[in-house]
């Protein structure tokens, strides 16, 4: 089993940063590809990017060029660093482990023009 608590969630302007953190305890081998979703109202849940062991990441298109995800091991964290925020970023972000299906409680984005 494993886990995890997002944090760093707020209300910022148009143009603004937040950086996302998740910590994560558990089944090792489940955090070694760790993903960052999000969900607005009245929409489905959609990928926002992915870490792998390999150290590779992936982005979805609307966030290329803005977001970082970036895993600290030894911290048990993964991040999500949100720069030139806009009012589409406005949902509840999860991060769930990769090779297990385990996800956080959320930590709430808004983003005010």
């Known amino acids: 089993q494993v886990h995890l608590v997002e944090s760093g969630g707020g209300s910022v302007q148009t143009g603004g940063s937040l950086k996302l953190s998740c910590v994560y305890f558990?089944?090792?081998?489940?955090?070694?590809?760790m993903s960052w979703y999000r969900q607005a109202p009245g929409k489905e849940r959609e990928l926002v990017s992915s870490?792998?062991?390999?150290?590779?990441?992936m982005y979805a298109d609307s966030v290329k060029g803005r977001f970082t995800i970036s895993q600290n091991n030894a911290k048990n964290t993964v991040y999500l660093q949100m720069n030139s925020l806009k009012p589409e970023d406005t949902a509840m972000y999860y991060c769930?482990?990769?090779?297990?299906?385990?996800w956080g409680q959320g930590t709430q984005v808004t983003v005010s023009s």
């Open positions: 558990g089944v090792v081998s489940c955090t070694y590809d």
């Open positions: 769930k482990t990769g090779r297990c299906p385990y």
């Open positions: 870490i792998y062991s390999s150290g590779n990441t």
